[in-house]
Every structure is written in structure tokens, then in C-alpha cells.
């Protein structure tokens, strides 16, 4: 059987694993990320590859990593969290540190090959992805390939801009659908409510250390599960936008599903079932066509190993 090792690259962690043809992952190795980033964490991510090739024997590596990622995938253009990692050709540092090709893939790329091969867009050829978290990444499979674009950096959707002169968001622009449908649009939401009528609030704010300051996504997330009014409405207001953008990149794209994952997913149909209703509220020609399936994402934090290592295969 042919093995291929997947790396994701995140902030914190450099996580590795030995992935089968069918999508299993088989071993893993893990390290922190260093602070230093460079070629220091370039070592890092070589010595979680040797520690899994002690035990087994792969034909190439595929790297996710959150960032821009040239067109033929071997240079990180640009890294958000990551110091010193800005216009490396990671593709000759890594293969030349490993002894394998290697390959770079932006991680929501990645994650959204994984879910098409292997997890909830499984035998769908037109399908598109959401990772919901701090903010909106995603990917899209076109015919079977994932579709990346002239420059590599297609499915950014978390940088469309929803609202003219909306709020600033990280990448310069205003108004970007991130800052209206991720994790940190849902903490804005509930916190923007909770100012409105703070005695509304008081359960919601219990769960955290009683201020407005110390309430995370996960107290949120547990109060509507509690049926909390101030954490349902939250989730309301993010599921409308949220939905209204999934309408306007369908017109677009035409999936038959759309994945969504990421770390706000972990509220299940709390967040889905208002987004189902928005984009039928906001497709247009609603009736005149079927609309998308719109699915949970199944592989969650392994998604972008996945799919970065079946991509290193092909």
C-alpha cells in the first residue's frame, strides 16, 4: 500500500501523520511551533517527518499551513501567524532536509480536499468548503481537482467584502464577510447584545468569569445549548450572514454541498439549521433551481493532514 505523510502547520503545533490511500491515518508525531518560525521551524516540521518515516515508508509529503502559497505550490508567500516564513521556497528547503518531494498547500485548501476525497464532500465532483473559525477560510473542487487558481489563492471567501465601509478587518479592507460570519463575529454579536440589555445576559455571562471581556465562543456555544435567548440570538445573527454569503458564492460556483467546518461547527444544527434557512432566504432565483446540501464537515482538526497528503500523492 502506498503511504504519503501529511504535516499541518499551525500556530501552536506542527502536527504530522502517515495517511493511507484510503484517508487513515495510521501514526502521528507531534511539536510546537517555534516562536522563531523561519528555518528553524522548518527543521521542525523535517523532524516530524523523520520521526514518522522510522516506521513506515512514504513517497512524498504534502504540508497545509495557513498562509498564501505560489501557484505551483512550493513557496509560502505569505504566513498571518507564522515569523519569518514570508516568500521561503519551503519545496527545496523541505525536500532537501527530508530526502522526498514535498508539497505546500494553503490548510483550508487542503482541509477541503481532505472532507472531498475522504470526509462529507465524499464523491461529490462540485463541492465547496467553509472552515468557520477565528475567521473564514475555504476551498473548491471543481470536476474532482481543487480549483486554486491563477495566482493560488482562490476560495479566500473570508475576504469578500458583504458590507461597504463595514467593520476593519486584519487584511486592511472593510466590510469583509469574515468580520460578519466567524468565530470572532459570533463573540461580537453576543457581546453587542449583552451591551443592548445586560440583565438579558446574566446566566450567558456566568458561565464565563461574569464580564463581557471574559466570554469565549465555547460559552456561547454552551449557552444555546442551554437554550440561552442572548447566545441563540447570537448564533442567529451568524447563521444570517453566514448564509446570505454561501448564497452569493453558490450563484457563483454551483456546488451540489458545501462543507462547513471549522471551530464554530461544533455547535452542530444550532448554527446549521439558521443557515440552511438564510440561504434559501437569500438564493437568488430560489425555486427556479436545487439549492446545495449543506453538510458538517466529518474530519475536523485532521482534515488539512488528510488532504495535504493525498495531494502530496497526486
Known amino acids: 500500500m502506498s503511504f504519503s505523510i501529511g504535516i499541518d502547520v499551525g500556530g501552536t503545533k506542527v502536527l504530522g501523520g502517515v495517511v493511507d490511500t484510503q484517508g487513515n491515518i495510521l501514526a502521528q508525531a507531534r511539536r510546537d511551533t517555534p516562536r522563531q518560525g523561519g528555518k528553524v521551524l522548518t527543521s521542525v516540521i523535517a523532524e516530524v517527518a523523520h520521526e514518522l518515516l522510522a516506521d513506515f515508508s512514504a513517497s512524498s509529503v504534502g504540508i497545509s499551513a495557513a498562509g498564501f502559497v505560489s501557484s505551483d505550490r512550493r513557496t509560502m ?33 487542503a482541509a477541503a480536499w481532505g472532507e472531498a476525497k475522504f470526509g462529507a464532500g465524499c464523491n461529490e465532483t462540485q463541492m465547496m468548503m467553509l472552515t468557520v473559525g477565528t475567521g473564514i477560510g475555504g476551498g473548491i473542487v471543481i470536476d474532482g481537482h481543487l480549483h486554486r487558481g491563477a495566482f493560488g489563492i482562490a476560495a479566500e471567501f473570508g475576504h469578500m467584502r458583504v458590507v461597504p465601509e463595514g467593520h476593519l478587518c486584519g487584511c486592511g479592507a472593510r466590510g469583509c464577510f469574515e468580520q460578519y460570519a466567524s468565530g470572532n463575529a459570533l463573540l461580537r454579536h453576543a457581546r453587542e447584545a449583552i451591551s443592548a440589555s445586560p440583565e438579558m445576559a446574566r446566566n450567558l455571562l456566568a458561565l464565563g468569569d461574569g464580564t463581557i471581556e471574559g466570554l469565549s465562543g465555547q460559552h456561547i456555544t454552551d449557552g444555546a445549548r442551554a437554550g440561552d435567548a442572548v447566545a441563540l440570538a447570537a448564533f ?79
Not at 528547503?93 to 514535498?102: A, D, N, R
Open 236 to 314: 442567529n445573527t451568524t447563521a444570517q450572514w453566514l448564509g446570505a454569503g454561501i448564497a452569493s458564492l453558490a450563484v457563483l460556483f454551483d456546488p451540489a454541498c458545501v462543507v462547513v467546518g471549522g471551530g464554530v461547527i461544533d455547535a452542530g444544527e444550532i448554527l446549521l439549521e439558521p443557515t440552511r434557512a438564510a440561504v434559501e432566504r437569500y438564493m437568488p432565483f430560489v425555486g427556479k433551481h436545487p439549492s446545495p446540501r449543506i453538510v458538517p464537515a466529518q474530519l475536523g482538526n485532521q482534515a488539512g493532514l488528510i488532504g495535504a497528503a493525498d495531494l502530496a500523492r497526486n
Open 77 to 109: 508567500l505569505a504566513t498571518p501567524n507564522i515569523a519569518d516564513w514570508n516568500g521561503v521556497d519551503l519545496d527545496h528547503e523541505l525536500s532537501s532536509l527530508i530526502g522526498l518531494p514535498v508539497v505546500i498547500e494553503n490548510d483550508a485548501n
